[in-house]
């Protein structure tokens, strides 16, 4: 089992930043992928961008040049860094955690969520 706990949402103006971040349960060492995506009302829920173990990164065409996300092993967090906010990238943004077990089968773990409004 993998808990996820987000933090760092919140309201932004247009044009502003903000850092989510996601605190693992255990070492995410073992965690072969982890992503962040969202979900706007009405919407279905969407990658925003991944991070492998090995640290290569994936954007969702609509963020690309503006999120960052990064990942500190140390301290067992994936961070999403925010820039030139826009109205439409508000939304529930959670971070997800991917696991391979002995089989390879993979096993999925979400956080609950953290709320981004980006006011124009």
């Known amino acids: 089992q993998v808990q996820l706990v987000e933090s760092g949402g919140g309201l932004v103006q247009a044009g502003g930043s903000l850092r989510l971040s996601c605190a693992a349960s255990?070492?995410?060492?073992?965690?072969?992928?982890m992503g962040w995506y969202r979900q706007a009302p009405g919407k279905q829920r969407e990658l925003v961008a991944a991070?492998?173990?090995?640290?290569?990164?994936n954007y969702a065409d609509s963020v690309k040049g503006r999120l960052t996300i990064s990942r500190d092993n140390a301290k067992n967090t994936v961070d999403l860094k925010m820039n030139s906010l826009k109205p439409g990238d508000t939304a529930v943004y959670y971070c997800?955690?991917?696991?391979?077990?002995?089989?390879?089968?993979?096993?999925?773990?979400w956080g609950q969520g953290t709320q981004v409004n980006v006011s124009s």
């Open positions: 997800k955690a991917r696991r391979r077990d002995r089989d390879n089968r993979p096993h999925d773990y």
């Open positions: 255990l070492s995410i060492f073992s965690i072969n992928l």
């Open positions: 991070i492998s173990s090995g640290g290569t990164t």
